[in-house]
């Protein structure tokens, strides 16, 4: 894995609600092991219900809600995905402001499957290169966003390094790019 951390905290914001786990749980130990300390954020408190594909996956402890926290408290942002998690955020503008904010400070972001739903509705796809799930290539497209069908994409036709990714398939090349995006 690449990147040093360094005891840098990396935000993960989740819904209460359809988190895929594996998406939330892999990056999180990849942050862990690269000497970060990851933060679950969400929309409420308490804990969040992660989610096998469509089945129940564990339950996970919420570090702060969207209310409590900015983008400046944090080194990074991670946007897990699943269908029901970005879907749920996009209707919180709270959270959709603090992915924005992330963009706005020129902090690193990385958001895998469907997370990309929320970066469209922040508004900070356009001109940008990324990859998702392929059902949200429209939506991307039609935000100003070039999706490409790739494993990872790695952007700095921005303010920010955005690092975005297709699958679960696709969790261990990632890992590696948000690494190294968080550590840059």
Do not use: Y
Request: net charge negative; charged share 20%; with cysteine.
């Amino acid at each position: 894995m690449a990147g040093d951390l360094n005891g840098s905290i990396i935000a993960f914001l989740a819904a209460p609600e359809g988190t895929e786990q594996i998406e939330l749980t892999d990056p999180w130990q990849a942050v862990e092991k690269a000497g970060g300390t990851p933060q679950l954020i969400s929309t409420s408190p308490g804990e969040i219900q992660g989610f096998n594909h469509l089945d129940k996956g564990d339950t996970f402890v919420v570090n702060a809600t969207v209310e409590g926290v900015g983008a400046d408290d944090f080194a990074g942002l991670v946007l897990p995905g699943g269908v029901a998690n970005p879907d749920f955020l996009r209707t919180v503008p709270r959270a959709v402001a603090f992915a924005k904010e992330f963009f706005d400070k020129a902090k690193p972001v990385a958001a895998i499957c469907h997370a990309p739903w929320l970066l469209v509705e922040a508004d900070a796809v356009a001109g940008r290169r990324l990859t998702s799930f392929p059902s949200l290539r429209t939506d991307i497209a039609n935000a100003g966003g070039d999706w490409a069908d790739e494993p990872v994409v790695v952007c700095s036709l921005g303010p920010n390094k955005l690092v975005t990714s297709r699958k679960p398939d696709d969790l261990p090349a990632f890992d590696d790019a948000l690494l190294s995006a968080f550590a840059g």
